[in-house]
């Protein structure tokens, strides 16, 4: 059973950073997608960025050139480095895995798996 566990999410001013921690466990297949997604209230879940197996990654728009996502292969962990915060960037995070080599993608419905949530809080 695939699961993934997040960590790291805070309160944080802006201008400040936090680093998101995803470790996914039970994976059985080759060829996946992890991603980070917010939800803020009242807002649907929005894709901020992925990293695949192969390497390849994928930033939205929003936190281009803030953020930036890492994966280590020895501690099957997925991190999101989150500089720059601003109080927009306030939501629940979320990890989630897409698994196979089908489209790369941000969008919420091609990823399978998520963990719980963590909220990040970015005051002004």
């Known amino acids: 059973e695939v699961q993934l566990v997040e960590s790291g999410g805070g309160l944080v001013q802006a201008g400040g950073s936090l680093r998101l921690s995803c470790e996914p466990s039970g994976i059985t297949f080759s060829g996946y997608s992890v991603g980070w997604f917010r939800q803020a209230p009242g807002k649907e879940r929005e894709g901020i960025s992925s990293?695949?197996?192969?390497?390849?990654?994928l930033y939205a728009d929003s936190v281009k050139g803030r953020f930036t996502i890492s994966g280590d292969n020895a501690k099957n962990a997925v991190y999101l480095q989150m500089n720059g915060l601003k109080p927009e960037d306030t939501a629940v995070y979320y990890c989630?895995?897409?698994?196979?080599?089908?489209?790369?993608?941000?969008?919420?419905?091609?990823?399978?798996?998520w963990g719980q949530g963590t909220q990040v809080t970015v005051s002004s």
């Open positions: 989630a895995l897409n698994p196979g080599a089908g489209v790369f993608s941000l969008a919420p419905p091609r990823y399978q798996y």
């Open positions: 990293i695949h197996s192969d390497g390849d990654t």
